[in-house]
């Protein structure tokens, strides 16, 4: 079974310093690994996706992500916080099968950045 | 990617009654996805709309409450029926590209009295 696991549930940085967001997923076999970003009363973002390429991946808005089978983790990093950053994100890995395709999420990461 | 419009983009409900959302995607695309949302926490999938087939819901969720509609390849309807308090949520619909990204719409915030 796949699943996803966001092992931070808040996440709060000083603007200008590292983000790291944690995930690490489980698959059966090679997966497809999204990053989405909501911001507070907006939709959902596409921010990157692991589609089994280059492991990594580079995003909107500074981010990237590492994908790494021998550790399961999809984590998701930025070298320096803007206050604009502060929202929530989800790490969705991909369940295909057979024709019945759907997204599985993680329970999400808040980001807050303090001045 | 696609962009997607959703209507209402919110209501106040009463309990009883049934509320019919619309999602419009800007390009024909083979798959639909209906979400919900509940406030501050992660989404959960209540149905596949694959145009020309029945909805494919997930456990939990069945079609006599949420009845979905599929006319054509850019545009579905999710109905919320008999509404109660535990149906206030936000629903989101999306669509799958063919780079197999999903895009969302703005979602519409439910409340139900």
């Known amino acids: 079974a796949q699943s996803v696991t966001q092992l931070d549930s808040h996440v709060s940085v000083s603007e200008g310093t590292p983000v790291l967001l944690r995930c690490n997923y489980s698959?059966?076999?090679?997966?497809?690994l999204f990053w989405y970003v909501q911001h507070p009363n907006k939709g959902l973002q596409l921010l990157l996706k692991y589609t089994s390429a280059a492991t990594l991946v580079k995003g909107i808005n500074g981010f990237e992500a590492e994908f790494k089978k021998s550790e399961t983790s999809f984590h998701l990093t930025k070298p320096s916080a803007h206050m604009s950053d502060a929202a929530e994100y989800f790490c969705?890995?991909?369940?295909?099968?057979?024709?019945?395709?759907?997204?599985?999420w993680g329970l999400g990461t808040s980001l807050a950045v303090n001045p | 990617s696609a962009v997607i419009s959703q209507k209402p983009s919110r209501d106040i409900c009463q309990r009883g009654t049934s509320l019919t959302i619309q999602c419009q995607v800007d390009?024909?695309?083979?798959?639909m996805f209906w979400y919900r949302q509940q406030p501050g926490q992660s989404l959960t999938l209540i149905a596949t709309a694959n145009q020309g087939s029945e909805a494919t819901y997930e456990s939990g969720f069945v079609i006599d409450k949420f009845p979905i509609s599929r006319p054509n390849l850019t545009f579905s309807t999710l109905t919320v029926s008999n509404m109660s308090p535990e149906d206030s949520s936000i629903y989101l619909c999306s669509v799958e590209t063919a780079e197999d990204e999903q895009f969302f719409g703005p979602g519409t915030r439910l409340t139900v009295l």
């Open positions: 969705v890995v991909r369940l295909v099968a057979g024709n019945n395709r759907k997204l599985i």
């Open positions: 390009s024909q695309v083979t798959m």
């Open positions: 698959s059966s076999y090679s997966p497809s």
